[in-house]
């Protein structure tokens, strides 16, 4: 069985308008602080204990975007003989550098500030006016509005102490244990997205077993730019 793991201000649900082949096969979790649950948000290797321990003995795959692919590496970390496959999407194995570190701390604190102060509504227009987000401008009105509306569905206290616990600046470097995985590892990245093109030909430098594929004329989210596409990789 394969784990599906979603990106910030996500859902589950996502997984299945992307790739609904899957859901015979695959477990597809709302991430701490997401979805209506009030699930206590932990540190970051904290979470990834109670998801690892809750999970079934069939899940053995293991597939992450942005911010659940930083969750798909902590779990490879925590027990990197529990999952023969794994597929990384647009995902940062974590920062290196001090200063980054501490830059990308002061970046989340704003926008926990948004969340707190503004409301989700705010947040939501912010956090999609991005230059990340730029390549989906041209994507239809019914997708972005069908992303809006869940996104603003979310809890703002969940997403804020998501960021607050699970966000770049927090998480561990899982570089190494990244490079030490025993498992097939997937690495998918779109050709538009130039920041994390970077950090998969890293990854692919460090790593060179990895397979790496690079989505022409996607930007960072595939599962919204091109779900066909991603879903024929997947199945």
């Not at 496959?85 to 926990?112: K, M, N, V, Y």
Request: hydrophobic share 40%; net charge neutral; glycine share 10%.
């Amino acid at each position: 069985m394969i784990l599906l793991l979603h990106g910030f201000t996500g859902s589950g649900e996502d997984w299945w308008a992307c790739c609904p082949r899957l859901k015979e096969r695959a477990l597809a979790i709302d991430l701490p602080g997401h979805g209506v649950d009030s699930v206590p948000v932990r540190p970051f290797q904290d979470s990834i204990g109670d998801i690892l321990d809750a999970l079934p003995d069939s899940v053995d795959e293991i597939v992450g975007y942005s911010l659940g692919g930083r969750f798909a590496l902590g779990l490879m970390a925590l027990d990197p003989k529990r999952f023969r496959r794994a597929t990384i999407i647009s995902a940062h194995p974590g920062l290196e550098d001090g200063s980054q570190r501490a830059d990308r701390l002061a970046g989340d604190r704003a926008w926990i500030r948004r969340l707190r102060d503004d409301g989700i509504d705010a947040f939501v227009e912010a956090w999609e006016s991005q230059p990340l987000f730029a390549t989906q401008a041209g994507l239809p009105t019914a997708v972005l509005e069908r992303q809006r509306r869940r996104r603003s569905g979310q809890r703002p206290a969940g997403l804020a102490a998501s960021l607050e616990q699970h966000g770049l600046g927090r998480m561990p470097s899982l570089w190494e244990p990244l490079t030490a995985f025993p498992g097939t590892l997937t690495w998918i990245v779109g050709a538009s997205d130039a920041r994390f093109l970077a950090i998969a030909r890293d990854v692919v430098r460090r790593r060179p077993a990895t397979r790496l594929h690079v989505l022409p004329d996607v930007g960072h989210n595939p599962l919204l730019e091109c779900p066909e596409i991603l879903s024929d990789l997947l199945v």
